[in-house]
Each structure stands twice: as C-alpha cells, then as structure tokens.
C-alpha cells in the first residue's frame, strides 16, 4: 500500500470517528483481515448538517407557511424537486472550499474583476443583514406570544447572546452548540403527527406537481427557491470546510494534499446530502401542517412565522401553537450566526483581512467586528418600525440579484484546472450544478416579471 493510500485510508477512519483500537475489534472477514466499524454518523455530519438547518429560519418558516396556508398540498412537490439542486450547489460550495482552502469570496476575488465580488459581497452584506434583523424580529415575537413582555427586550436578548456565543466560544465547542441546535427542527416534525393530515394526499402532491400559471402560485414558488437555495449558504459552508481544515492538525487543503481527497470528498457527500435532506423534510412538514390546520379552516393570509404560530392556536390547540412557537427561536438562534458570519466571511476575504471563528479575537478583529455590526443594524431594523415584510421582500429581491451570477461563477471556476487543479467537478455534479443555477435564473426572471405585473 502506497504512503498516500495509507494515509487516505487512516483520514477516513478518523472523518468516520474510528480509532485504531476500534478496527482492531471490528468483526473478522473470512480471509482473516479485520473489518471497519460501521462509521460514526455524527462525526460525519458538520458544515452539511448546520448550513441545512440554518436555512430553516424564521424568514424561511414563514414562507413555507404563507405556502401551505394559501395553497394547501399543492406546493410540496418544490420541496422534493429543490432537494438535488440544493445538494448539487452545496456540495460544489463545499469542494471549492476543502480543495483550495479559501472561501468562496476568496476563489472568487482571485478569478474574477474585482469590482464585480465587491458588488456582489455588498448585495450579499445587505441582504444577510435585512434577514438577520427579520429573523431576530421573528423571535422576539415568538418569545412574546409564549411568555409575554417586551418584544424589543428579546430582539436585543437574543442578538447579544448570538454575539457573546459566536465571537467568544472557541469554534470546536461552538459547531457542537450549534449542531445540537438542529434538533429544534423536529419540533415542526412531532407537530405534523399531532395534527390530523392525509398522508396519501401529502405523499401524491410531494410526488406528482401541480402547477398552476397564476400569479399568486408562481409567486410563491419562486419564493420557495430563494429560500432554499441562497447565496449565504453557499458561503458559509465553504467557509466551515476551510475552519475545518484549520481545526485539524493532520489536515491540509487538498490542493496540498490530494491523498486526502477520496475521504474528504466521501464525508461531504454524506454531510451535505443528508444536511439538506433535512432542511427539506422539515420544510415539507412546516407546509403540510399549515396546510392540514390553517388552510383547512380558510386561514390563507400568513405573512410571518408569529402570525402562522399565533393562528395555530385556536385551531391545533395550545400544544402545537407553542412547539411552533419554540421552533421558530430554536431555528432562529442557528440561523443567527449563520447569516451574521456568512456576510463577515464574504466581507474579510473581499477586503483580505484574517477572518475565522477559530480565531482569537485579537487575530481577527475586523471579521469580529463585521459580525457585530451585522448584528446591531439588524437588530436596530426592529427599533426604528421598518415593515418586516417589506423588509424579507427586498432581501428576497437582493438575493435574486446575487444568487445567479454567484452560482454562475462558481460552477465556472469549479470546472477548470486553474481553480480546482485535478479536482474540477465531474460531469454529474457540472450538470446538476448548472440545471440548478438555470432554475434559480429562471426563478429570478419570474420574480422580476411578477413583481412586473403588480400582483
């Protein structure tokens, strides 16, 4: 076996949470050679997971839930249908960040003019900005509906303790706070059991679309692709392979140590499918519960997360109408320092300043303080009264703007040698990554021609 075969195999071991000791117990093959354990899926799942989960926010439950309580069942079908070209982009964000061990401002600051990143990390920095402020909004309502007080104390509460957690806690032990904090999605998962719902009619539109040509619908559904795919995943889960690659001592960017590869590209493949996979499923059970509670009883005007968990309660009973409630600061205490960090990460590599969560606060003081700003003027967006509505549809409009050229731009540095070296993308993943930058194209063109026609 060749020194880099060796050293393959003993990194996916370790990926996989397996010690030497543990192979040395696994069971006997007949030739007589020791077989591995079964991996250890939670030391599999990291950047994947966490991206996935974030990208149920607040913002994006109110979506799904405008979704299933103005159209029933009909849209489940986007959920399903979104799921491979979220893979697709995710993973191709997460390769370009393990292979080059830059993020994607990075790669693209060193392929691209300068003046065309610098336009597309501003959009980036503003729209993440207008969400985090929804979001933080989102949850101060949420903890007002529940225990009561001032919703502005818990917009402030929670933008200092998402603070305090992102710049102070050392990365390790903060990815495990935060991938513990995506077991408050499967409050959205009891909650669809609780409720009354007609499995063989939610399994029939998630499996068979039904479309419709009417404004309102298409509307919606480009809604719902914005949400899903969105230019601050893409960035933060590269950006946590290259934290990955930093955290770890025997790992290297495989562009430095293509020996690595085969393990590494196996473990985010496992990561990111399963990590949207999750989204997904979660986002499918936001809708089909509005759908089997507030559309069922004609409530089909939801325009935030606390109006969809409010409107649940005289329906589905204080039971359900609190789990919601309790999913919407669970999600949003993830999504927080996503958004937040997402936009600090895009800004340092723009700018080349040290940026990193792994990073003393006195190596990095510019990133640190990008993520405080991005906190304080999202959070001052709830205290001057700006609409929060108004405020998700311009960040909805600013990511249109960004996403494709973003995406385009990816899947083109990702192809080619002088980006990737050996690693450029197969043609599979080319292909999956290019139908998904043209839906999300399409998507924006729709969203234009929508907004267009005035409905």
């Known amino acids: 076996m060749t020194r880099g075969a060796r050293y ?18 696994g069971p006997d093959r007949p030739d007589g050679v020791k077989q591995l354990e079964k991996p250890k899926l939670l030391q599999i799942l990291g950047p994947g997971l966490i991206t996935g989960a974030s990208d149920d926010d607040p913002s994006g439950i109110a979506t799904y839930s405008q979704a299933g309580a103005q159209f029933g069942y009909d849209l489940a079908w986007t959920l399903l249908f979104a799921w491979p070209l979220m893979c697709a982009i995710q993973e191709i964000s997460a390769r370009i960040g393990r292979v080059t061990g830059r993020g994607i401002a990075g790669n693209l600051k060193r392929h691209y003019p300068v ?5 597309l990390v501003s959009l980036l920095v503003v729209a993440n900005t207008i969400n985090l402020g929804a979001d933080m909004g ?4 949420a903890l007002h509906l529940v225990i009561g007080g001032p919703t502005l104390v818990w917009v402030a509460m929670f933008g200092i303790v998402s603070v305090l957690l992102e710049v102070f806690v050392r990365y390790a032990r903060y990815v495990r706070v935060l991938k513990w ?6 409050a959205y998962v009891g909650v669809a059991f609780v409720v009354h719902m007609p499995w063989a009619e939610v399994a029939r539109n998630t499996v068979i679309p039904h479309i419709s040509l009417k404004a309102g619908y298409l509307t919606v559904v480009v809604a719902i692709l914005g949400t899903t795919i969105s230019p601050y995943l893409f960035f933060w889960q590269a950006e946590e392979e290259v934290e990955e690659v930093k955290e770890r001592d025997d790992a290297k960017p495989l562009e430095r140590a293509p020996e690595q590869a085969t393990p590494e590209f196996g473990r985010i493949r496992i990561d990111t499918y399963l990590g949207m996979a999750f989204s997904e499923i979660v986002a499918l059970f936001i809708l089909i519960t509005t759908a089997a509670t507030l559309h069922a009883h004609g409530v089909t005007n939801i325009q935030t997360s606390s109006q969809a968990a409010l409107a649940l309660k005289p329906i589905a009973g204080q039971f359900v109408f609190l789990i919601f409630a309790l999913g919407i600061i669970g999600t949003g205490l993830l999504a927080l320092p996503v958004l937040a960090g997402s936009a600090a990460y895009a800004l340092g590599e723009a700018f080349g300043w040290h940026v990193g969560l792994a990073r003393k606060l006195g190596r990095a003081r510019a990133f640190y303080g990008a993520i405080l700003a991005a906190f304080l003027i999202g959070g001052a967006l709830n205290f001057v009264h700006i609409d929060p509505i108004k405020a998700l549809f311009w960040s909805a409009v600013i990511n249109g703007v960004a996403a494709v050229p973003i995406m385009a731009m990816m899947m083109h540095l990702s192809s080619h040698r002088a980006a990737m070296g050996e690693f450029k993308l197969h043609v599979g993943l080319k292909a999956v990554g290019w139908l998904a930058t043209l839906v999300m194209a399409v998507a924006a063109f729709g969203m234009f021609a929508t907004m267009g026609s005035g409905s």
């Open 8 to 25: 393959g195999r003993q990194r996916f071991q370790g990926d996989l949470g397996m010690s030497d000791a543990a192979e040395a117990e």
């Open 115 to 119: 003046a065309v990143v610098a336009v």
């Open 138 to 141: 989102a949850m101060g309502a």
């Open 181 to 186: 904090l995506t077991l408050s999605l499967f």
